[in-house]
């Protein structure tokens, strides 16, 4: 009897070791199930469309599927610290931009840049100024000097204590405009605000406004590049208007600190071949969202950079 009970408890501990070996050799290959990125927005924004589309290719590179998950609220800090208090273990990602850290600067956001192991910056696009198609202005000089004279009357669309707000508060600054500024949450709530005259005015993204524009309801006025946009020549440029601001919105991908670097490595690596790939650069430069991929070292470098650059804007409005 006594050597029954010792063969069948020997036989569950093999049987249980037998367990643990062989989900450890599962795991030493990595990815072996599907990736989450959390997008912190709703679908149909910018960030939600640039996640989608590098997500498709993301899933050829690494052999698993990567599943988009939107969480908004509070300006893009729900989603973030949901992915924040994942696993760390590579299998959850956090896409990021410029918007994710106004949320740790002004105070909104329970997160500081030390929580997130970054992975790659993987694209650049503009910030722009919608009207509807029947207003107005037909330039962005015609909106600031209709502010100028009638201050506080021209109610405008943004993001409270974000880049969206950042770039009127300079337009203000540099001309001696005064807008009305209204916080509607997301792209999608501006552009609703937009379309019924809640609003006259909308700091917006090209992607987030392209149906808008294809169906002739609103016309861009401005944007925030150095240059005209290839699939919107006619737009001109906040500099050839005579306003100096040139601002470039920057979009990647982090995960919660901890994350094995070897994971981190090979997301790395799988990230900078999707960037290189000319079907991803066409599909993303059609809502004129430009790659610009940045290793781990230059992201971590130019998240210090925009951090420091966000700091200074959120003690300015806050005086």
Known sequence: MQLKKMTITTALMLAMAGVIFASGQAET???SRALTIVVPWNPGGVSDIRARI??????????????????SGAS?????????????DGYTLISIDDATWYGLHNGIGDYQLSDFAPISVMAKW?????VRADA???TILDLVEDARANPGTIPLAMTTGNQSHMIPVEIQNLTGAEFSFVAPQGDAARNAALLSGTVDAAMTYVAAVSEYLEA????????????RLPNLPDVPTMQEQGLEIVYEMMGGFAAPAGTPQDRLDILEGALGRVAANPELQERLAEFSIFVEFMSTAETEAYLVEVNQRISRFAQLVSQ
């Open 136 to 138: 107005p202005w037909q």
């Open 76 to 88: 893009g800090t729900v989603g973030t610290e949901e992915g924040l208090q994942a696993q760390a």
């Open 216 to 227: 002739g309801e609103f016309r861009l006025l401005t944007h925030t590049l150095g240059s």
């Open 126 to 130: 503009p910030i722009a100024i919608a």
């Open 29 to 31: 290959v990595y990815p």
């Open 54 to 71: 590098i997500a498709e290719y993301l899933e050829d590179e690494l052999g698993q599927p990567v599943v988009i998950r939107n969480t």
